[in-house]
């Protein structure tokens, strides 16, 4: 059914269109679309209405659209050229009765409800099922700007002790368990215990959830003591959804009193690294990108 | 290191002495001590400080102890001719300087901390070889009180339909897979999607964020769809940590907006039967109890 991943060669067919952006909520896109423009390629933004943030939207070409509207995008980013597409950005799942549906979703409706049982991974990659069958090309965010990932080590000045290095370990073992389920990519863990695992509230609230516990007493800790751990679920298409950090991740994971945060390096996109590398060192937290075990396509 | 679990026939031996039951938060200490007593056998309870419910403890012969007294304990416990112990009810996770430690303990101090480390089963089993090395026997609730687990099939009024029968497989599912990291017992599940899995919050904080993430709108589900499933860990011992449900239980549920609430038959203990599924049924939920896969001892 999916075309066959492209791989960096395969994209070079294209680099001449402008890259088609769908723009969920957070800062990702813009620092996708950044990227891509300093490599000299230019960029049109769709950015969801409700989603993405109008502001930072403004600085780049643009056209909004609802969700569901998928007859509207057809026509727009076949105007402006667009053959490669970039879904990215939060998304908060919508409730089917919330959707604009215009006739070009009506006529994919089975594959459309198909989506929406089942997991976030399931939903997108029937959507990105549904552009394909547009003759679009899906490509993953890290394929147009490997520069936005993590990369392998320590980010900035702190590096995991031994104690953090045994809960990173727990940690990619318990999400590459949960990963069949499809749920979400993130955990804490603290001396080998699992004090959150992160599903549909997402990482931000599993974040403000630790620090509750701790605040109340419900978990005692050490000062710093214990570890974020986010990575790609496996065997999940990576075009679609991968895990991302930013400087709001640094500042929750300090408030909630961990020493660190560990991510898969090459899969895990780093939203404005040097706000985040300033806010962990100063907050004294380790930001590491560990190597991806799994095997990749 | 442990001994092997007694059966009922093996209990018969000690049923002339009274049973011990070292109560921690909730109503489920009672429901035992209550079930016990009704089958003709003594029970003297040890209320943990701090957490048992002093009004109902005031029914029950009883001593009071703070965790960490296990010198106190042991004698305490000898005194009253105690050999079966019970330990029971909820437990927030101590640190280690909040315990109050007395010389009894401090022996086993090693001990103690190993079982600081890691999940609550490895804490709960390290403290259940602290009083079998005492000479104590550790049984479990649902040993000497059957009739407070849950019963195959519905407990009220109303039965899992076809699309809640789905998403309680899938919840099992995805608690044994989690279970070998040992972390909570619950999950809800609806339409096959994960929307939270428990870990430190526990049950009720994580039926609260179902219920807040449909408030905000992050998650959009039709009316009554989903389900709560807890199941005891596998391979758990299961003398020191099995799961339990009780009316709250079943007003949290319906304040989630879930369909109902799944749980192990005999593997699971129902606190205050009667008043749960009175609550149930008022609100329309199914209370299931389902077969248990694993094998057991």
Redo the contacts between chains.
């Keep these: 059914m999916m075309a066959l991943r492209a791989g960096p060669r395969a994209l070079e067919g294209h680099v001449d269109t402008p890259l088609g952006l769908i723009c969920g909520a957070g800062t990702v896109p813009f620092a996708v679309a950044t990227a891509v423009q300093r490599r000299g390629r230019p960029v049109v933004l769709f950015p969801l209405r409700g989603w993405a943030d109008a502001a930072a939207v403004s600085a780049y070409p643009h056209h909004w659209i609802a969700l569901g509207q998928f007859g509207r995008f057809c026509r727009l980013a076949r105007a402006e050229r667009c053959r490669d597409l970039v879904l990215v950005g939060g998304l908060?799942?919508?409730?089917l009765t919330?959707l604009r549906l215009d006739w070009g979703t009506l006529r994919q409706m089975p594959l459309v409800i198909r989506s929406?049982?089942?997991?976030?991974d399931h939903l997108l990659s029937g959507i990105g099922r549904m552009f394909e069958g547009a003759g679009f090309r899906m490509v993953a965010a890290h394929e147009v700007a490997p520069e936005i990932t993590a990369p392998l080590g320590a980010l900035g000045r702190f590096s995991p002790d031994r104690a953090a290095e045994d809960d990173i370990a727990?940690g990619f073992?318990?999400l590459a368990?949960?990963s069949?389920?499809?749920?979400g990519q993130a955990?804490?863990v603290s001396?080998?215990?699992?004090?959150?695992?992160e599903?549909?509230?997402?990482t931000d609230?599993m974040l403000d959830?630790v620090a509750a516990?701790r605040e109340t007493?419900?978990?005692?800790?050490p000062a710093s003591a214990g570890v974020l751990v986010k990575a790609p679920k496996r065997r999940q298409d990576r075009r679609f959804d991968l895990p991302s950090i930013g400087p709001d991740t640094a500042t929750r994971v300090a408030k909630a009193g961990l020493a660190g945060i560990a991510v898969i390096a090459g899969a895990t996109i780093v939203a404005e690294p040097q706000r985040l590398i300033e806010a962990a060192d100063r907050t004294g937290l380790f930001v590491v990108g560990c190597p991806d075990t799994e095997a990749q396509g």
């Design positions: 908060v799942r919508p409730s919330q929406f049982r089942g997991g976030d727990q073992a318990l368990a949960t069949a389920f499809d749920i955990a804490v001396s080998r215990r699992v004090l959150a695992i599903a549909a509230e997402g609230a959830r516990m007493g419900r978990i005692r800790l």
